[in-house]
């Protein structure tokens, strides 16, 4: 069984700050590995889709990379802004599932304070 | 492009009645979601639909849980009757079976069972 795991669970920093969040999967057997956003009381918003192919997805600040061998994958944010806060979610489709079943991580909390 | 839609967006009920929830997906759309997200976690998935079918409801408690996505648009999703532990966000979420399947979101319903 899938199991997603993300460390560390909250995380504060100041603005300006690069940070790393992390995620690791039990099975390397996946379609691909997504980033969501949730932002208090509203839904998720997708950051970044890197199929299992690839090595890594960059988007503005954001950079995300994956390991697939070793069950990992990594959302680097740089010169992070208040803006940034919410909370940050990465999910895996495993192929035993299907490509549209995703299994989510707890998420990670971030709070960048000016 | 109108994103997915849900209503309402709170929800308060006591133990034991029944409430329902409402989803709209994002035109063109044919696989839909329900998920469930507890405090702290990930959302879990509950149901999927393939147009109007169900093709994996493995995760929705059958007991008290029922959804229907009738000419395979919108979707309902009924709790009855409702239990403490039904306290949750619940997610709608749809895709368009291309684009390696990336998810879109709604805002969710925040259900408290009192």
Sequence with gaps: ?114 | EAGVVQSPRYKIIEKKQPVAFWCNPISGHNTLYWYLQNLGQGPELLIRYENEEAVDDSQLPKDRFSAERLKGVDSTLKIQPAELGDSAVYLCASSSGTGAGEQYFGPGTRLTVT
């Design chain 1, 1 to 114: 069984k899938q199991e997603v795991t993300q460390i560390p669970a909250a995380l504060s920093v100041p603005e300006g700050e690069n940070l790393v969040l992390n995620c690791s999967f039990t099975d390397s057997a996946i379609y691909n590995l997504q980033w969501f956003r949730q932002d208090p009381g509203k839904g998720l918003t997708s950051l970044l889709l890197i199929q299992s192919s690839q090595r890594e997805q960059t988007s503005g600040r954001l950079n995300a990379s994956l390991d697939k061998s070793s069950g990992r994958s990594t959302l680097y944010i740089a010169a992070s802004q208040p803006g940034d806060s919410a909370t940050y979610l990465c999910a895996v489709p495993p192929i035993s599932g299907g490509y549209n079943k995703l299994i989510f991580g707890a998420g990670t909390r971030l709070a960048v304070h000016p």
